[in-house]
């Protein structure tokens, strides 16, 4: 399979690099307006029309070199069928925040002294930070499209890095892992030797409590300064998440390695499913980015020969592993137990979540499809 990941580079151009780039992206960002606003009255989506109209424009009028133009029609198209397809109507589409899309061998390469990047005056070297990024100059990758933007005052370059790995066969699979996600254990671990792993959330819960709290302090306020500091903190908060996500994700690849089959809850559709519980608790059932921490668990383990399956999540606290009774008086939610009222077996409700995963994931493993639901 083809593995591509988002490598985000910062950049550290000099005063006068500086200036060009400003007004490249600047020029770029105009040109995307001027074909947006020629797309919202001619409804025209076809590259080669496009091209044909604007492209002598887009060269004249904002000095963009030849592969930028093509960039720009390209980057609009992009944009509006992106809109569409997410079910709103023709509206036209504004460009406000200056970037570039940069095509890898045309408009930027990597050279010895930094990433050669293509301006409206010519090339210019950029250093950039190299730590953490000398595992993607080892040949394996490909480099693509990169996407330039200049933000809080500094330079970011990202970089879409793709490369061949090669996923373990079913049968050389030793042992199955079931990662139920939740808010009090970020994440519950059942493996193949029947050993259970809590990642507590209990410092994760407050620290989100505390965000939540400023948060509603700050809303309260309702002054320009507040809101301009209202943003910072959701930038902070994004930040924040994105890292404990990471590191979780690295923790379970580590701890269970190679030829593993990792299986966690398809989640897909769990804010809208959490609309209905109480207002009070809402912000606990849907803020967290799980789906983020299962994107970075499957990367990860498809780069250290591991594999990762989505499995259909309902039932899985209600069921009993041992004797298969579903009920939803088995789950006492509230206090997080689970007793079978059939045969009586107890156990953390989060465990049993894991538990049953791992049993989803044993029987993918021997017939090559997910269960559906829980067992007869």
């Known amino acids: 399979m083809k593995l591509t990941l988002t490598a985000k580079v910062q950049l550290y151009p000099t005063a006068a690099q500086t200036v060009l780039l400003q007004q490249t992206v600047e020029a770029y960002r105009q040109g995307c307006n001027w074909v947006s606003g020629i797309v919202e009255t001619t409804h025209c989506l076809q590259q080669a029309d496009l091209h044909t109209e604007v492209y002598r424009p887009l060269r004249a009028q904002f000095g963009l070199r030849s592969q930028m133009a093509q960039s720009v029609i390209k980057t609009v198209i992009a944009r509006y069928k992106s809109v569409l397809a997410n079910g709103h109507p023709w509206t036209r589409v504004q460009f406000n925040k200056p970037a570039l899309d940069l095509v890898w061998n045309r408009d930027y390469s990597l050279k010895a002294r930094g990433f050669s990047l293509n301006t409206l005056a010519g090339r210019v070297q950029v250093p ?28 970011f370059l990202y970089v879409p890095m793709t490369q061949e790995v090669v996923q373990p066969d079913w049968t050389a699979i030793r042992q199955v892992v079931g990662l139920d996600f939740g808010i009090n254990f970020l994440v519950t671990a059942y493996d193949s030797q029947g050993q259970t792993t809590f990642f507590s959330g209990r410092a994760v819960k407050a620290r989100r409590a505390h965000f ?30 994105t890292a404990v996500n990471h590191q979780v994700s690295k923790a379970l690849v580590a701890r269970y390695g190679a030829q593993t089959l990792f299986v966690v809850e398809d989640l897909t559709g769990m804010r809208g499913a959490t609309e209905r519980v109480r207002r009070r608790d809402r912000y606990t059932s849907v803020s967290w980015a799980f789906y983020q921490l299962r994107q970075m668990l499957e990367y990860k383990a498809a780069l250290h020969q591991a594999r990762t399956v989505a499995v259909d999540p309902r039932y899985t606290s ?6 298969g009774h ?10 997080h137990r689970f007793e079978c009222q059939q045969c009586h077996y107890r156990s953390n409700d989060d465990r049993i979540g894991a538990m049953n995963l791992h049993r989803q994931g044993i029987e993918y493993r021997v017939t090559g499809a997910i269960a559906a639901g829980p067992r007869s």
Not at 133 to 147: D, S
Not at 219 to 239: D, V
Not at 326 to 335: I, L
């Open 318 to 323: 209600q069921t009993c592993p041992k004797c």
């Open 326 to 335: 579903v009920a939803h008086g088995n789950r006492d939610k509230r206090r």
């Open 128 to 155: 950039f930070a190299h730590q953490g990024m000398e595992r993607f100059f080892n040949g394996a990758w490909q480099f693509g499209t990169a996407h330039l933007v200049h933000r809080h005052g500094r330079w």
């Open 212 to 241: 939540k709290i400023l948060r509603q302090t700050l809303q309260r306020r309702q002054t320009p300064s507040a809101r301009r500091r209202l943003k910072r903190l959701g930038q902070r908060e994004h930040r924040w998440m």
